[in-house]
């Protein structure tokens, strides 16, 4: 499977492990595909109950679970390929304009940097 599509279908089996689904998830994590840093990022998230959203309530914020896969794809995109390339690949697999990947990308920092501002143990 190209990386691209694998990116994809394990941002989504993510999503959808959060809303209740895990059985996508599951299927790739028994699997013999290599996961990544962007993929051991994710679980972490999921794992920690980052990525559930509260009955009612629309995912808006960094933390919903399309937000935080696209983020981290852009992310790690973004190293190898620069800022613009990332954002237009992201934008275009996600259904987005990349105004909006790069708006999710600073309300994500912004959340990060709130977080580490009331950690018991703030980065260096």
């Not at 972490?44 to 629309?58: N, S, V």
Request: net charge neutral; hydrophobic share 40%.
């Amino acid at each position: 499977m190209m990386a691209d599509a694998y990116d994809k279908k394990f941002a989504d089996a993510v999503r959808r492990a959060a809303q209740g689904h895990p059985t996508p998830l599951a299927e790739l994590l028994r699997s013999d595909v290599q996961m990544g840093t962007g993929e051991r990022d994710l679980l972490a998230l999921l794992i920690e109950g980052e990525l559930a959203r509260p009955a009612g309530r629309p995912a808006v914020g960094p933390g919903a679970p399309h937000i935080a896969a696209a983020i981290l794809l852009y992310r790690n995109r973004k190293e190898t390929f620069g800022e613009e390339a990332a954002a237009a690949e992201v934008a275009n697999s996600m259904g987005r304009s990349k105004s909006t990947i790069r708006e999710w990308d600073k309300m994500t920092r912004e959340r990060e940097a709130e977080i580490r501002k009331h950690s018991a143990f703030p980065e260096k």
